[in-house]
């Protein structure tokens, strides 16, 4: 029996997690999903963001399947990463058929520090003498422990998934101290793994913005910082049809979070028109972390069936299909 801790979250998050709860509770595999509040609706109830129990119940569950938070997005899913120290996200950009996909066959990760960088939350007003904001900082910390752990996991899922380069994203000419002890790490840990066959190479990250359009086939596995990790995923989803497509997982030593990489979509929740993909693809991820490959490969399938198909797809996608049905669809077509 797995315990799966669920965190539905705000707006779209609630609707897709059913609908992944729906293809989870079809499987032959006993779950036992333990519901937990989180996100702006749970602030406005309780006046707190992440309540303790929450933190409590993700801790003792095997996995955690979240949706999304809308304006809290930093004290609930930043948090909890931080908290359960989940320091790989790992945002797979890759292509499906009967999508938007700008390319038909791109297939590459990204993984992404996720417990420093810009998002370690310290961030303070610059006031005048009279007490006025007249601006604002943010602290960035890039830690030598920190950047060795991301670009070892980066190097070694390269290594255990047949992947054949890494590489590493920073903007060291600028951000001289932080991206530049970044990029010393990342070829540090590079040259392990030369023997192992890895390649390596690195690039600016607003060159990387532009590769991605015009050459982004040439990524294999890509390795980075918080921030630039979360813009340039949003990147990848815009390159293979859209945020609806894109899962996610939170890794760390002994505990995983999984969660589509979209946030609440305020604009189209409560109308059963959230594409439930990413979502579902997140479980895929979940499953072949509990080891759970037979399902997880069943799973994935079937998704892309209904895909390719067209026929029961919401309408980011093209089709007329409510979540949920379109969670049908996948559900029927699961075979073992
Ligand atoms: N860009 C899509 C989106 O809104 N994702 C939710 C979000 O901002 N999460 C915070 C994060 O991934 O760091």
């Given amino acids: ?51 303790d129990k929450t933190i409590e119940i993700v801790k003792k569950a095997d996995a955690c399947l979240f949706g999304a938070a809308g304006e809290t997005a930093a004290d609930v899913i930043v948090r909890l990463r931080q908290e359960m120290d989940l320091f790989a996200n790992l945002r797979p950009v890759k292509s499906y058929p009967g999508t938007n996909s700008l390319f038909d066959d791109l297939d590459f990760m990204i993984v992404r520090e996720n417990t420093e960088g810009m998002y370690i939350g310290d961030e303070d007003y610059i006031k005048d003498e009279l007490g006025n904001v007249t601006g604002a900082t943010a602290k960035r910390v890039i830690t030598r422990d920190a950047s060795e752990r991301i670009c070892e996991y980066a190097f070694k899922y390269a290594k255990e998934n047949n992947r054949k380069k890494v590489t590493g994203i920073h903007k060291a000419n600028v951000l001289k101290k932080t991206d530049g002890l970044f990029k010393k790490i990342f070829y540090e840990v590079a040259e392990k793994y030369k023997t192992e066959g890895i390649e390596s190479e690195d690039f600016y990250v607003d060159a990387t913005a532009m590769y991605l359009l015009t050459r982004p086939k040439s990524f294999d596995v890509i390795v980075t910082t918080n921030l630039f990790g979360d813009i340039l995923s949003d990147e990848g989803a815009g390159l293979v049809g859209g945020l609806g497509l894109i899962p996610s997982a939170n890794i760390g030593e002994d505990r995983a979070l999984f969660e589509p990489v979209h946030g609440s979509a305020p604009d189209i929740a409560g109308k059963g028109l959230a594409n439930p993909v990413a979502c579902i693809l997140s479980a895929v991820m979940m499953l072949e972390y509990l080891d759970e490959k037979e399902a997880a490969n069943a799973v994935d399938k079937a998704v892309l069936k209904v895909l390719s198909e067209k026929k029961t797809v919401t309408g980011d996608l093209g089709g007329k299909s409510t979540t949920m049905e379109m969670s049908e669809a996948i559900k029927e077509k699961i075979e073992f």
């Fill in 1 to 51: 029996m797995y315990k799966i801790a669920v965190i539905p979250g705000d707006g779209i998050g609630k609707e897709v997690m059913e609908a992944t709860l729906n293809i989870l509770k079809a499987l032959n595999i006993d779950f036992d999903f333990m519901f937990a509040d989180a996100g702006d609706e749970c602030k406005e109830k309780t006046s707190v963001a992440l309540p």
